[in-house]
């Protein structure tokens, strides 16, 4: 076999050997022709692969996940479109800034758009007019305007590549695909509409329940017990389940939290779907909370029980083709795992219309999409109050389109409602110890009203807050929360009230420990503008911020530091940051945070 000399470049998880990724441009495309009639083989390190062979199987060549999707079947194609077909797959792979599962795709609807075109006894490009692609299109009418959206995407590309190759004459324009930009922004549209639903409260948590107990049976069978430890990871982390099924025994760490007295465990997960044309995964790391810790060192314990478990690193072993498996192998194993053992999952129809139904023996299995758990993930953490960028940080792979496409939000008047009852809770069952001038007084007042009217706490708890919101107008703020009472109304005229607002420095704002993030990133934010100030020689702005500095730090962030090392001593590392994940980095960095703002309140100017 002969081979080009040159330096191996990887391209879509592929060590290639053409040199500079083969980008010529589209219209240089030909070369293609010239080098295969050369060397026969696909042109990358060690390749196995002629370019006449029906299936171009990359899997055995890619160093890390092996997908579905990296596996092109040629058979099936008209014999007058093989090679053309050929010829643009691999121009793909090795010249466009795409994936090769987007690849994959894209020449999945081209061959079903050329079967097509064989079955009405079009043999050549050239017999193609625009109503033979009107035509076409009719018969997706069903799919989504998403999926054909995708079509047009697939087929405009392929006649670009055509029309710059080959000799065709083409007896269309290519502006015939310019509708497609009108599909897709139909397909923005309706990504509003078709949001992936989130997984009903009521059976996660039976589902959850379940799970748990499953993963904890040691005398389930490995299949089983081992699934329901991949899917507890899942209800977790919200991690897609190509990265959790390509965890390692190594992929679990902890760091120690001297000045708290706690540990904190994190994964590092491969996750592939928003790697690059170049780099078949990204790396992210999360926290993992002690059921994730529990899944994760269960698996790790199982796996010695596997065959093959001296092979490899992989923590999930299943007797599949490949490891790590096929997504489509943990679904399946999971719905055979739910028709099996629950009950509350199967029936002859589902009480659930948001999830999804699997046939298995006359019964209907109900269960949610692996995509549901992330979504479900998200909205919790959007709930839960946790800023939107937040989330994307700690999904560690969302982009800011799809960040509206997972999270599942509210109206600002249900969060308003919901914001004030939580909080009221909180302060009624002592969760929370509310922090700023008169905090005292609001705390004696709410106590107070509970023995005033003989309230007790447990079992009157939504009566209470019920009657306190008739007599609170809580809203949040920035680095705070804003409360009004009866007593206690705004003292100043409109605009000095609406200036303390901007400011932070109305009497009615207080604060507590799960705003340490927003403080400290104001904090930062004033030591940036007094830096620049100071460098600049603006010594009376420099002092201006330098006194709002030490205000910030003694009224606010000091106070939520010491209340929050509280809360983790009596609560535990786990609950709170379940609680409130957006305090994880303040948390990790507890004691340089404590030491930089020491350094900072000794500062003059």
């Known amino acids: 076999m002969n081979s080009i000399t040159v330096k191996p470049c990887p391209v879509s998880g592929i060590d290639w050997t053409i040199d500079n990724h083969f980008q010529y441009g589209i219209e240089n495309a030909k070369y293609l022709q010239v080098l295969l009639d050369d060397i026969k083989y696909l042109p990358f390190k060690d390749s196995d692969i002629k370019f006449n062979d029906s299936k171009w199987d990359f899997r055995p060549y890619q160093s890390m996940k092996k997908f579905q999707d990296s596996v092109f079947v040629f058979s099936g194609l008209p014999e007058y479109f093989i090679n053309t077909t050929k010829f643009f797959v691999l121009f793909c792979l090795l010249n466009l800034p795409a994936k090769i599962s987007t690849v994959h795709r894209r020449f999945s609807d081209i061959k079903n758009f050329l079967i097509y075109l064989d079955s009405k006894n079009v043999t050549s490009l050239e017999m193609v007019f625009p109503n033979t692609i009107e035509q076409y299109f009719e018969t997706k009418s069903h799919c989504s305007a998403t999926t054909q959206s995708m079509f047009y995407t697939a087929l405009n590309h392929f006649f670009e590549f055509v029309s710059a190759n080959y000799t065709y004459k083409l007896n269309f324009d290519l502006s015939i695909f310019d509708s497609r930009f009108t599909y897709n922004q139909i397909a923005t549209n309706l990504i509003e509409i078709n949001k992936t639903p989130d997984i009903p409260k009521e059976y996660f948590n039976k589902l959850l329940s379940f799970l748990i107990n499953s993963m904890r049976n040691e005398s389930l069978n490995y299949i089983y017990r081992s699934i329901a430890c991949i899917y507890v990871i899942l209800s977790q982390t919200g991690l897609r389940i190509s990265a959790i099924i390509s965890l390692e025994t190594d992929s679990l760490s902890s760091t120690n939290l001297e000045n708290i007295d706690s540990i904190a465990y994190f994964l590092k997960a491969k996750e592939f779907k928003p790697g ?40 999930y072993l299943p007797n599949s083709k490949t490891l790590p498996p096929s997504n489509a192998y943990c679904t399946s194993t999971f719905h055979a795992f739910l028709y099996r053992y629950s009950d509350f999952s199967k029936g002859s129809r589902s009480p659930f219309p948001e999830l999804s139904v699997a046939k298995n023996r006359g019964l209907s299995v109900f269960s949610p999409t692996t995509k549901q758990f992330r979504v479900h993930v998200c909205t919790e953490l959007y709930q839960r109050n946790v800023p939107l960028l937040y989330i994307q940080k700690y999904m560690g792979h969302l982009s800011d389109d799809m960040i509206g496409y997972y999270v599942r939000p509210k109206t600002p008047k249900q969060e308003d409602i919901e914001y004030s009852n939580k909080l009221l809770k909180e302060l009624v069952a002592s969760e929370v110890e509310l922090l700023g ?13 509970i023995r005033d009217n003989n309230f007790n706490v447990e079992s009157d708890l939504d009566t209470i807050i019920s009657s306190l919101n008739n007599q609170f107008v809580i809203r949040a703020k920035r680095g705070g929360v804003c409360i009004k009472t009866s007593i206690r109304e705004c003292s100043k005229d409109a605009r000095t009230n609406e ?64 209340d929050l090392k509280q809360r983790i001593q009596l609560k535990g590392i786990d609950e709170i940051i379940a609680l409130y994940p957006n305090l994880l980095d303040v948390i990790m960095n507890f004691d340089s945070i404590k030491e930089e703002i020491d350094l900072w309140m000794k500062k003059k100017f």
Do not use: W
């Open 276 to 315: 690059s044309q170049e780099q078949e995964y990204i790396e992210v790391t999360i926290f993992a909370n002690q059921l994730t810790k529990e899944a994760f060192d269960t698996l790790v314990g199982l796996r010695t029980s596997q065959p093959n478990y001296k092979k490899t690193k992989l923590i």
């Open 437 to 449: 001038n008169d905090a005292v007084q609001i705390k004696n007042n709410i106590d107070k009203f």
């Open 499 to 562: 200036m303390f607002c901007a400011f932070n420095i109305c009497p009615n704002l207080f604060h507590v420990y799960y705003m340490t993030d927003t403080s400290y990133d104001d904090f930062k934010t004033t030591k940036k503008t007094f830096e620049y100030n100071e460098r600049n020689g603006f010594k009376l702005q420099a002092s201006k911020e330098l006194n709002k500095l030490h205000n910030l730090c003694r009224k606010r962030l000091l106070p939520e530091l010491d």
